[in-house]
């Protein structure tokens, strides 16, 4: 039977918490269309506050008349006017204000959040 030191097992716990893991992202979900709405959630709440940092924009495009646009601080991404279906988008935000918005109807479709 194989027996493990004590001291040697603490060794090899150790040297496993010091490997590196890879940073979990947030995944935030827009929608837009296929009324005249836009949203943005994070876990079923609407969006107001973020941390900075890395996040995943998963974005619902509902219909060929809106768009979604995000923009603010580094970061301009949108989707076409024409297209409709899932756009997946790596976004890193640094501490601003951010704006989403459907252009061609941008005095009714927006929103906005702030990060720290």
Not at 46 to 57: H, I, Q
Request: aromatic share 8%; net charge positive.
């Amino acid at each position: 039977m194989l027996r493990i030191r004590p001291a040697l097992a603490a060794v090899a716990v150790a040297a496993l918490a010091a490997v590196p893991t890879a940073q979990a992202s947030t995944t935030l979900k827009g929608v837009v269309g296929p009324g005249f709405t836009i949203t943005l959630t994070s876990g079923g709440k609407k969006v107001t506050k973020l941390k900075a940092g890395k996040y995943v924009f998963k974005i619902s495009d509902k219909s060929g008349i809106h768009n979604f646009h995000l923009k603010g601080p580094g970061v301009n991404k949108l989707t076409t006017v024409e297209g409709i279906g899932i756009k997946s988008w790596n976004v890193t935000f640094k501490k601003g204000k951010y704006t989403f918005v459907c252009d061609p109807h941008a005095s009714t479709m927006k929103g906005s959040f702030v990060v720290t």
